[in-house]
């Protein structure tokens, strides 16, 4: 049987990796250590809780326990394992949004057991039932990760956007009175969540289990409204929702490690959607309320729209004003990562780098479909970090820029967040490549972004338009600079 003295310290140590995990994963330098750190913490912590759960069984029954156990572990290793070995650099936002529903299903799954067996988890009250305490940390718990998995399975639909079900789909879902609803339940969730605080044994699972339900509801309520282009505020949100399920969850089973990683993962969350949302001008409170890109105005504002001429060149054209430009800045954006061309576009600048061309790299916060997307994008292809500039950095530096290629960005490069008051994304801070004396976008077709909207950049005489899959396009100006 393992010491209880043992297991503080292990989950002392996994916390520690925890800490330098974040640490980290908070500069693409550290980034890789960070994720080990991650890794060893989290493998520790299952460990330790592993051992601990087989020897607090019942005399004769610890090796049945640690069996399902490490069945348990089997099972869902596996899964992971598979789905992270499959998983493409586009669909890495539907994962994560899978990651976090399934968080918020076991905080759910917890309490349920907690609330039938407390004796099990040894917290059950002298009388029997849950002591007060436990009981509010339950409903905490359990609501949390209620709206954390079905606002993720919503949020995972959105991502993806190949199912055809309305709630699924990019645009916002919104209809009279839904502030007022969303109210409404929250309202009668926390008078069912007091209800079932208030009681004990059987006549706590009525109000428990219509609690539950009304978190479900909540959860995809509250994410239907949020249009497309705020989808890495929402899963930076959800992710920190998911923290503090884990960590309400852990306060009721009196364990100092779910407390400590769930407090790390629901802190950092909550600081990056605040980082996401002033990346974009807009209040917290207002992304939950779907107050950006509300979707039919945008797209049916782009639909409605005359059609417009644009200078359209070749790859080739593209390649003779890259390689004869002293300074090109690349914006990668989520078209980049839809044809997987991380890997020929590093290439290219290699090229254009070895003809003395100043090469390098301007990332939006919300480019792509999740917080980082661009980054972990141009790492995998292994584009050295001192050639990657955050928008802050750069944007001072396009009015002095000869050439700006962007691939597959749209709404992250749209003036009409700077001279349009009226546009949907008004105030949002972009990265300012209309500054630049030549502009070459990369595109498939003159279709709008995900926020549904026209951009201007498009049709200004500086501007070029390359149409065609970006990695064909990118390949094609490889073999024009040779």
């Not at 503080?8 to 250590?33: E, M």
């Not at 950006?292 to 105005?297: C, K």
């Not at 080739?316 to 800045?329: G, I, K, P, T, W």
């Not at 909207?453 to 005489?461: C, I």
Request: aromatic share 8%.
């Amino acid at each position: 049987m393992i010491s209880l003295n043992l297991v503080t310290l292990l989950y002392l140590l996994a916390s520690v990796c925890f800490i330098q995990a974040l640490k980290g994963l908070s500069h693409p330098t550290t980034s890789r250590i960070g994720n080990t750190f991650g890794i060893v913490g989290m493998a520790l912590a299952v460990l330790t809780t592993a051992a601990l759960i087989a020897g607090l069984a019942r005399p004769g029954a610890a090796s049945l326990g640690l069996g399902w156990v490490l069945l348990g572990l089997v099972v869902g290793g596996s899964v992971g394992t598979f789905m992270a070995l499959r998983v493409e650099m586009t669909k890495m936002p539907e994962l994560v949004a899978f990651m976090h529903s399934m968080i918020g299903l076991a905080a759910v799954a917890i309490a349920v057991a907690v609330v039938a067996e407390p004796h099990a988890f040894g917290i059950a009250a002298p009388g029997g039932g849950l002591p007060l305490g436990n009981r509010i940390e339950i409903f905490i718990g359990s609501f949390v990760g209620a709206i954390t998995f079905s606002g993720s399975v919503i949020a995972f639909g959105k991502l993806s956007g190949k199912y055809k079900f309305r709630l699924f789909q990019g645009a916002p879902v919104v209809f009279n009175g839904q502030h007022a609803l969303n109210l409404l339940l929250a309202v009668a969730m926390l008078a069912y969540g007091i209800w079932f605080v208030t009681s004990q044994g059987p006549n706590a699972w009525m109000p428990f289990v219509v609690m539950l339900a009304i978190a479900f509801i909540l959860g995809v309520l509250i994410i239907i409204p949020i249009g497309g282009a705020d989808m890495p505020v929402v899963v930076s949100m959800l992710n920190s929702y998911s923290g503090w399920a884990a960590a309400g969850i852990g306060f009721s089973l009196d364990n100092p490690m779910l407390i400590i990683a769930g407090s790390l993962v629901g802190s950092s969350g909550a600081i990056l959607s605040y980082i996401m949302c002033k990346a974009m001008n807009r209040s917290f409170f207002n992304v939950l309320l779907g107050g950006f890109g509300n979707g039919a105005s945008g797209a049916d504002a782009a639909a409605a729209a005359p059609q417009r001429s644009v200078k359209s060149g070749s790859a080739e054209d593209a390649a003779f004003l890259m390689e004869n430009a002293e300074s090109l800045v690349i914006v990668p954006g989520y078209g980049l990562a839809v044809a997987r061309a991380q890997h020929v576009l590093k290439e290219l600048a290699a090229k254009l780098t070895a003809k003395g061309v100043s090469v390098k790299y301007a990332i939006h916060p919300v480019a792509g479909r999740m917080p980082g997307h661009m980054n972990v994008l141009l790492a995998e292809a292994e584009v050295p970090y001192d050639q990657v500039f955050e928008m802050d950095d750069i944007n001072g530096e396009f009015g002095q820029t000869d050439v700006v290629l962007v691939l597959g960005a749209n709404d992250v490069v749209n003036p009409a967040a700077k001279n349009d008051p009226k546009s949907p994304i008004a105030g949002m801070p972009i990265l300012e490549v209309y500054k630049a004396r030549t502009v070459i976008v990369n595109k498939r077709s003159m279709a709008a972004g995900y926020a549904g909207l026209d951009n201007e950049l498009f049709y200004m005489d500086r501007t070029m338009m390359v149409f065609g899959d970006a990695k064909k396009v990118i390949e094609d100006m490889g073999k024009a600079v040779e």
